[in-house]
């Protein structure tokens, strides 16, 4: 596994630029087991008025509900396994985010199509757990963005580090790779402040070309005063 990824930094002719999206269509899915609609219709899927989360205790939840955490979660990345699950990412760009990386709890993934068998406000379950989520460890994840589904259905995991907007911490920038069907761990990867310095790097997006082994990230941070980002992580 470890080489799926080879490393360097280049520049780009173009500076890097972040989109964000917030998408209640999801189409694109190569899985020949889901009842796609037709390229070109589309329907709402999922509508919330704030995002809530699987707390591990109904008073954990009521307690987050108090400080108005949910003001805090935004959907920023939206992706479908080949097993039907969509993962969404809510980066930790305020305080109070309780998971950073979360899969939507349906009761019938393979039926994601039909809006009469899912959730229209579908809870938020931590991936690969809370424990991962964790903010302050450097090993859990800490503010993802960008993240990646291979054709094996392995989850490919940005972590930006930066929490609140503040500088990241040593070790908290990094990439991990799980397989989603049994949450094994099969890469983790640590960036170093050369590759990505901790006050100013902005990884935000990630591409995997599995044909010829390499994951492309991209740098959008900029240091105050400085040029325009034109980084490319391959």
């Known amino acids: 596994m470890t080489s799926l990824l080879q490393y360097t930094r280049c520049s780009l002719a173009l500076p890097c630029l972040l989109l964000f999206v917030l998408l209640l269509y999801i189409g694109g899915s190569s899985s020949a087991s889901l009842a796609l609609p037709e390229v070109g219709s589309h329907q709402v899927l999922f509508a919330w008025k704030h995002l809530n989360f699987t707390f591990e205790s109904v008073e954990e939840s009521k307690r987050w509900e108090s400080m108005d955490g949910y003001k805090n979660c935004m959907l920023a990345g939206v992706k479908q396994s080949h097993a039907g699950e969509v993962f969404v990412s809510v980066p930790r760009g305020k305080p109070n985010v309780p998971a950073t990386l979360a899969r939507l709890v349906l009761p019938d993934p393979t039926a994601l199509w039909n809006p009469t068998q899912n959730a229209t406000a579908p809870l938020l379950e931590p991936f690969p757990s809370w424990e991962m989520n964790r903010e302050g460890d450097v090993h859990a994840l800490q503010s993802v963005l960008g ?7 392995r989850i490919w995991i940005l972590d930006q580090g930066h929490v609140n907007n503040a500088e990241a ?12 069907a049994t949450k094994e761990l ?15 790097s902005f990884l935000n997006d990630i591409v995997v070309d599995e044909k010829r082994g390499y994951a492309y990230i991209t ?16």
């Not at 993240?147 to 259905?153: A, K, V």
């Not at 911490?169 to 989603?180: A, D, E, N, R, T």
């Not at 105050?224 to 490319?232: E, F, N, T």
Request: no cysteine.
């Open 147 to 153: 993240f990646e589904i291979d054709s094996q259905d």
């Open 169 to 180: 911490v040593p070790g908290s920038i990094k990439l991990l790779v799980y397989k989603i």
């Open 186 to 200: 099969l890469y983790n990867y640590t960036f170093t402040a050369d590759e990505a310095p901790l006050g100013s």
């Open 219 to 234: 740098d959008s941070g900029q240091e105050a005063g400085g040029p325009p980002p034109r980084a490319l992580l391959v």
